[in-house]
């Protein structure tokens, strides 16, 4: 199957899912954003693992569930928890022989903090206007606005770079990246925002909207 193919029945299948959560919020969301996760911390550590680096996964699990939910119900402080994280992992680390301890206590620390934190800012992005209720919504309205800028940047670089792309972006880490498709992401990101400060953002000004657009534009392609 091509990859465009594959694409579009993602875009088939799975958009429509992901903007009914979106919208939804609450605990239906908090349960996606716990999947997106501890998939995104299995995926990390099964790729240091290729670089004989053995991430903690029983503490790796349970501490990205955890910061995850804190991000919901506000159980503590994240300098305490990683205050407690990082001795329990260098206990652990005693009493396993993986090569090399260092490597794979900072792993696991940078896995935790890479899939758990950022997976995180969803939720406290999906429920910073949960205190007034009339305006709960506002929250799906800024996530739904993420994905489909998202999905519009990555589509632009993508279908555009194939097509008019000459100049390599970064052969040494995605070789079939042009700078004309990172530069068509870019523009289609913050394009894509202005039309969505009309139909869902409204209340949102427009040094809002221009950041997000800066922001996705550059940061979620360099993701």
């Known amino acids: 199957m091509s990859n465009r193919i594959t694409r579009i029945l993602v875009a088939v299948l799975a958009i429509p899912f992901l903007l009914g959560l979106s919208y939804w ?7 996606f954003a716990l999947v997106i996760g501890l998939v995104s911390f299995y995926e990390f550590s099964t790729m240091v693992k290729n670089k004989n680096i053995f991430v903690c996964n029983l503490v790796g699990f ?28 260098l ?3 005693l009493f396993r ?4 301890a260092i490597n794979n206590v900072s792993a696991t620390l940078l896995g935790i903090f890479y899939t758990g ?4 800012t969803l939720i406290g992005i999906r429920e910073y206007y949960v205190g007034n209720s009339l305006d709960y919504s506002n929250g799906g ?51 894509t925002l202005v039309v969505l400060k009309f139909v869902l953002l409204d209340f949102l000004g427009w040094i809002d909207i221009i950041a997000f657009g800066i922001i996705i534009g550059i940061f979620g392609q360099i993701g």
């Open 62 to 89: 349970l501490s990205v569930a955890l910061i995850i939910l804190n991000a919901y119900f506000h159980f503590f402080e994240l300098g305490i928890f990683f205050l407690a994280a990082i001795p329990i992992l």
């Open 97 to 100: 022989n993986k090569y090399s």
């Open 141 to 191: 309205f800024i996530i739904i606005s993420i994905l489909i800028t998202l999905w519009m940047t990555d589509s632009a670089a993508y279908f555009i770079g194939s097509a008019f792309g000459k100049h390599k972006l970064f052969p040494r880490v995605s070789p079939n990246k042009s700078w004309e498709g990172a530069i068509a992401g870019f523009l289609f990101a913050i394009i």
């Open 91 to 93: 206990l652990i680390e």
């Open 117 to 120: 934190f950022f997976t995180s």
């Open 25 to 31: 919020g609450k605990i239906p969301f908090l349960v």
